[in-house]
């Protein structure tokens, strides 16, 4: 079935260092991939999307690319700041199955120090 | 819009007592999903519906469990009875499915925290 692997946590970083969060999924089809952002005590909201192989999805200074020939999907940011403090969850939706269902992985928290 | 909107945001029972959660999706979203999130377990996906109608209920995790949505503005998910280990975040997305799967986005309610003591 459907997986999605991100890498152990937690991280901390000081602001201004560069964020990279790795992210690589097992699916039967082709999937969408996503990562998802939760803030203390709020529920998750999407971050950034890629539809298909090669697509780099941004927002708010992260990137993430999507590779199929390697099966992944790793969040960067080249700066963080304190306000980036937060769970980060990668997550795919697997176009062979025909729902809009989300697999999604462990989630990571990070933790960016002034 | 106001988003997910989810009731009570917290809640605290007793273990055997009947709890309902609450949820009302954004309008127009045809698809909601419920989801629960523990330490142990990460975010678990326990049912969700298409146009009112439940698609996919292999995550809900036993018959203490039961999840209904009577109209396309309105969802529950009942325990009953409660246990302490159903002590958790749930929280409640729902999404627009234009027909493209794989491309919608869920947009997630604020969550219910509930602890069973």
């Known amino acids: 079935g459907d997986s999605v692997t991100q890498m152990e946590g937690p991280v901390t970083l000081s602001e201004e260092a560069f964020l990279t969060i790795n992210c690589t999924y097992t699916?039967?089809?082709?999937?969408?991939l996503f990562w998802y952002v939760q803030y203390p005590g709020e529920g998750l909201q999407l971050l950034l999307k890629?539809?298909?192989?090669?697509d780099k999805g941004s927002n708010k200074g992260f990137e993430a690319t999507y590779r199929k020939e390697t099966t992944s999907f790793h969040l960067e940011k080249g700066s963080v700041q304190v306000s980036d403090s937060a769970v980060y969850f990668c997550?795919?939706?697997?176009?062979?199955?025909?729902?809009?269902?989300?697999?999604f992985g462990k989630g990571i928290t990070l933790s960016v120090r002034p | 819009d106001a988003g997910v909107i989810q009731s009570p945001r917290h809640e605290v029972t007793e273990m055997g007592q009947e709890v309902t959660l609450r949820c009302k999706p954004i309008?127009?979203?045809?698809?909601l999903f419920w989801y629960r999130q523990t330490m142990m377990r990460g975010l678990e996906l326990l049912i969700y519906?298409?146009?009112?109608?439940?698609?996919?209920d292999s995550g809900m995790p036993e018959d203490r469990f039961s999840a209904k949505m009577p109209n396309a503005s309105f969802s529950t998910l009942k325990i009953q009875p409660s246990e302490p280990r159903d002590s958790a975040v749930y929280f409640c997305?729902?999404?627009?499915?234009?027909?493209?799967?794989?491309?919608?986005?869920?947009?997630f309610g604020p969550g219910t925290r509930l602890t069973v003591l």
């Open positions: 699916a039967t089809g082709y999937p969408s």
């Open positions: 997305a729902s999404s627009l499915d234009r027909g493209v799967v794989g491309t919608d986005t869920q947009y």
């Open positions: 997550a795919l939706s697997d176009l062979a199955g025909a729902n809009s269902k989300l697999t």
């Open positions: 890629a539809t298909k192989a090669d």
């Open positions: 309008s127009g979203h045809n698809s």
């Open positions: 519906f298409n146009n009112n109608v439940p698609i996919d």
